[in-house]
């Protein structure tokens, strides 16, 4: 009986992973990232789902050339035709996604960059979409345990910001200094650099990052077991990559890239990490970074007692989160254990880490403030390549060293981990898939 349930609920969930990647090629807009976060999270939807939408993290309805052109020659060259300043540019787009796509091009002296390219009238169609939700969030306040309108005005300000290529160079320059200061010898991550001169709003040029998206590692066939013990290895590698870069960024700097979804991370042929597209950045200020700081530790050290719970209720009221009547005196701990510690199952009160349960911490939280809406983006894209590469992973113990450095109780440096025995096996491996796909 259980067999037959399961065949049955996988014919719908393929059923319905297909009407809704047809709704989202005809809706086009706000909706193809909603299906971007939806392929990247494997362990809340359906594999069926996630399998279906991998194509909107870098396939999407890719501009015609002629398009590409024109938008280069009038917006970033004012007049000027490509080969004055190109030395050639590859029709074909290394990843085209709902605002812009990127193309492989060389400069006349000599220099390889990626051109990015915005689509003509994408702005104002996705604009339109994010008010329109935004606007039904408003009218529903109060239905739904979680206040959406929160979290769409929040997305609605951050897509404004990424309609501006301008803005992301600036971006992407200072992480790139900020990452390149951490202390180790060489950044957890590779940020490419902006072409100085060759930036307008919506024309982008940047070095040009060799090597192979997870997204497009993730097509690969896995059929040899040598390429899963080398995916295994390396996704433990790209982890561990993301997360120092992302423990820098965001309890230390307080500016972090808020959209790690696999299409815009990279593993270059030597098996280093690279993390592209700066189009999503999100500022936060002194206090929520502190807060937040002592918040990893309390997770990291967290031992289960009342004590604890207790000073976990304190910091939450002093982070101005807010819960229902009806909510357990220990939510606050709850809901930090449930956006920073992925291995429990079960949560103090009686709630459940799993999303979906009429029993989740989420359905008792009625404000949270907007600064965290897109750092919590950027933890469950974490916790979703995770979950796809089967990978046990830890935060809070991971980050104690950032979180301690953010709060000044430690002046130690970022260590470079050990490349692990056979490194030379993954990156011939990655030098492989990498050639394949260029």
Request: glycine residues 6%; neutral net charge.
């Given at each position: 009986?259980?067999g037959?349930?399961?065949?049955?609920?996988?014919?719908?969930?393929?059923?319905?992973?297909?009407d809704?990647?047809?709704?989202i090629?005809e809706?086009?807009?706000?909706y193809?990232?909603?299906?971007?976060?939806?392929?990247?999270?494997v362990d809340?939807?359906?594999?069926?789902?996630?399998?279906?939408l991998?194509?909107?993290?870098d396939s999407v309805?890719?501009?015609?050339?002629?398009?590409?052109?024109?938008?280069i020659?009038?917006?970033?060259?004012?007049?000027y035709?490509?080969?004055?300043?190109f030395e050639?540019?590859?029709?074909?787009?290394?990843?085209?996604?709902s605002?812009?796509?990127?193309?492989?091009?060389?400069?006349?002296?000599?220099?390889?960059?990626a051109?990015?390219?915005?689509?003509?009238?994408?702005?104002?169609?996705?604009?339109?979409?994010?008010?329109?939700?935004k606007?039904?969030a408003?009218?529903?306040?109060?239905?739904?345990?979680v206040?959406?309108?929160?979290?769409?005005?929040?997305?609605e300000e951050?897509?404004?910001?990424?309609?501006?290529?301008?803005?992301?160079?600036?971006?992407?320059?200072r992480?790139?200094?900020?990452?390149?200061?951490?202390?180790?010898?060489?950044?957890?991550?590779?940020?490419?650099?902006?072409?100085?001169g060759?930036?307008?709003?919506?024309?982008?040029?940047?070095?040009?990052?060799?090597g192979?998206?997870?997204?497009?590692?993730a097509?690969?066939?896995?059929?040899?077991?040598?390429?899963?013990?080398v995916?295994?290895?390396?996704?433990?590698?790209?982890?561990?990559?993301?997360?120092?870069?992302?423990?820098?960024?965001?309890?230390?700097?307080?500016?972090f890239?808020a959209?790690?979804?696999?299409?815009?991370?990279?593993?270059?042929?030597?098996?280093?990490v690279?993390?592209?597209?700066?189009?999503?950045?999100?500022r936060?200020?002194?206090?929520?970074?502190?807060?937040?700081?002592?918040?990893?530790?309390?997770?990291?050290?967290?031992k289960?007692?009342?004590?604890?719970?207790?000073?976990?209720?304190k910091?939450?009221?002093?982070m101005?989160l807010?819960?229902?009547?009806?909510?357990?005196?220990?939510?606050?701990?709850?809901l930090?254990?449930?956006?920073?510690?992925?291995?429990r199952?079960?949560?103090?009160?009686?709630y459940?880490?799993?999303?979906?349960?009429?029993n989740?911490?989420?359905?008792?939280v009625?404000?949270?403030?907007?600064?965290?809406?897109l750092?919590?983006?950027?933890?469950?894209?974490i916790?979703?390549?995770?979950?796809?590469?089967?990978?046990?992973?830890?935060?809070?113990?991971?980050?104690r060293e950032?979180?301690?450095?953010a709060?000044?109780?430690?002046?130690?440096?970022v260590?470079?981990?050990?490349?692990?025995?056979?490194?030379?096996?993954?990156?011939?491996?990655?030098?492989?898939?990498?050639?394949?796909?260029?």
């Amino acid at each position: 009986l259980w067999g037959w349930l399961a065949r049955r609920w996988r014919v719908q969930h393929r059923i319905g992973a297909r009407d809704m990647s047809e709704f989202i090629k005809e809706m086009k807009g706000f909706y193809v990232k909603v299906g971007q976060l939806i392929a990247t999270r494997v362990d809340l939807f359906p594999k069926e789902y996630s399998t279906k939408l991998t194509y909107l993290v870098d396939s999407v309805n890719p501009l015609p050339f002629n398009t590409v052109r024109q938008v280069i020659e009038q917006e970033l060259l004012e007049g000027y035709p490509l080969d004055e300043v190109f030395e050639h540019i590859d029709p074909e787009p290394l990843g085209s996604a709902s605002i812009a796509q990127v193309h492989r091009a060389k400069l006349k002296c000599g220099r390889e960059v990626a051109v990015k390219v915005q689509r003509p009238n994408v702005e104002a169609q996705l604009l339109d979409d994010i008010a329109l939700i935004k606007s039904l969030a408003k009218q529903l306040r109060g239905v739904f345990p979680v206040d959406y309108y929160t979290v769409f005005a929040e997305l609605e300000e951050q897509l404004q910001e990424e309609f501006d290529f301008c803005f992301e160079a600036s971006s992407m320059d200072r992480i790139a200094f900020a990452l390149s200061k951490n202390g180790s010898k060489t950044p957890p991550v590779l940020v490419p650099r902006s072409v100085p001169g060759l930036v307008c709003r919506r024309v982008l040029c940047m070095d040009f990052v060799p090597g192979v998206s997870l997204a497009q590692l993730a097509k690969q066939d896995m059929g040899k077991a040598m390429d899963a013990n080398v995916m295994k290895m390396l996704g433990r590698r790209v982890l561990q990559s993301l997360t120092d870069a992302f423990g820098t960024m965001i309890l230390e700097e307080g500016f972090f890239h808020a959209d790690p979804h696999p299409g815009n991370v990279y593993v270059m042929p030597d098996g280093s990490v690279s993390l592209i597209d700066f189009g999503q950045v999100k500022r936060i200020g002194y206090k929520f970074r502190r807060e937040f700081a002592e918040l990893v530790l309390s997770i990291a050290d967290c031992k289960d007692t009342e004590e604890e719970y207790r000073e976990g209720v304190k910091l939450g009221e002093r982070m101005g989160l807010k819960f229902s009547k009806t909510a357990h005196e220990w939510c606050p701990v709850a809901l930090a254990l449930f956006v920073l510690d992925w291995e429990r199952t079960e949560l103090p009160g009686g709630y459940s880490a799993y999303e979906l349960s009429p029993n989740c911490v989420m359905n008792d939280v009625e404000y949270f403030p907007r600064e965290w809406v897109l750092t919590c983006r950027a933890l469950q894209l974490i916790r979703g390549l995770a979950e796809r590469l089967d990978v046990k992973w830890s935060l809070p113990e991971k980050w104690r060293e950032h979180a301690m450095r953010a709060l000044g109780r430690s002046k130690s440096n970022v260590i470079a981990a050990p490349k692990p025995k056979f490194w030379s096996r993954v990156q011939s491996w990655l030098a492989s898939r990498s050639r394949a796909t260029q």
